[in-house]
């Protein structure tokens, strides 16, 4: 507040003014010290991401420090929904919320029955009669529920004779001798692989449920797991690689370094499959290669067996795979990726304003056009569209990017993505099966 109003003397007002000041005045103080707490927050971040590198945070405390942020900023959203809904404040459109009353029909619902205290009428007339009811739903989340398997076999032997005991087998185990079901062991793999959760911290996650497994009997797990699934991964990749098309793409993945006692910087290569979006019969699959570089080589090795069309971004360790002297197979069809080509453009643009950019965007959007145009139609049409339609465009595109050359520097981040743009708008062969042409 001002000071003009701090120096306000509060009991010369009405009785409902004084109120509403006081009230405003306390909500200013609350909104001045969230506010606070904000640029806190924020400072701490800027400090995380531009500081000394020996003051900089670790990527999970910069991420608590971003919930953090975010839980203070609903909080301020909360505040103005109470506020709003006073009987003095002005109607407004309802805002949305995902998920709101649209919970999966596969949960189980519990009902749960609030009646009125009586059910007799006021007027004496007796009791009510029931003439339709409210439903609301809310998400229960039960923490996951350990138990143990006791497997009892039974000894049986015959009280008049010595032939001796008879006993059903032991079941078959995944692991022989230890302690987890395979239940145990699936959950243990999609934790850490499909939820990112460490062994460490799932070690932690047991023990506050008083069961004591060290991480490195976790690890011991997941690799006797990873042996018995190895099969299944290379049936899987030899699948794949029978498609006519197939995507691949690397990441880097951090992996543990034993004896440095830090990590070091690993690949992961996806090869998938996914013709959904255009009507292909084929289901979507995916599987990963672990490779400790990013050697152009270890594609190869990954796809030998595999001639069909490879979309790839501008990465230029897949062309070792395009030559007649490629191990594993004839030369592959390169389709590049228009996506990657457009993002590179996109960054440019906001970042610079270029010109040049901002026109390679117009050329590709009218391509993206004829492509939401024919999502959903068969091959056949596809092809037939993209051969009258996209061509010529893509013709243009190549031409102008040709022309366009030198105006742009090469060492420029616009001349860094001029090559692969080059090579999608020179290499353009219309497609029947999928968004990505070649």
Known sequence: MSDAANDLDLSLLPPEFRALFEAQAAQVAELKEINKRLEHLV??????????????????????LFEELEVAIAEVHERKDTQATGEDAPKRKPVARRNLGNLPEHLERIEQIVEP??????????EMHKIGEDRSERLDIVPAKMR??????????????TDGVTQAPAPARLIERALPTEGSIAHVLVSKYADHCPLHRQSQILGRAGIDIHRSTLADWVGKAAFHLGPVVDQLAEHLKTSTKLFMDE?????????????????????????????GDDPPGVVFFYAPDRRGENAEKFLTGFDGILQLDGYQG???????????????????????????????????KSEIAAEGLHQIAEIYAIEKDIRGTSPGQRLSARQARSA???ATFGEWLQTQRTRVSAKSRLGENWRISTAIGTDYKPSSSTGASR
């Open 392 to 394: 010529p465009l893509v």
């Open 43 to 64: 400072a701490e971040l800027n400090h995380a991401v531009h500081g000394k590198k020996s003051e900089k945070l670790d990527e999970n405390d910069r991420q608590l």
């Open 117 to 126: 205290d009586s059910l007799i009428c006021p007027c004496g007339c007796g």
């Open 148 to 161: 143990v398997i006791v497997t009892v076999r039974p000894k049986y032997a015959c009280r008049h004779c």
């Open 251 to 279: 990441t880097t993945a951090p992996i543990l370094d034993p004896g440095r006692k830090k990590t070091k910087t690993g690949y992961l290569w996806a090869l998938a499959r996914d013709n959904r979006n255009w009507g």
């Open 318 to 352: 897949y062309n070792r795979l395009t030559r007649a002297t490629r191990k594993g197979g004839e030369p592959i069809v390169v389709a590049h990726c228009w996506a990657h080509a457009r993002r590179k453009l996109k960054e440019i643009h906001d970042r610079d």
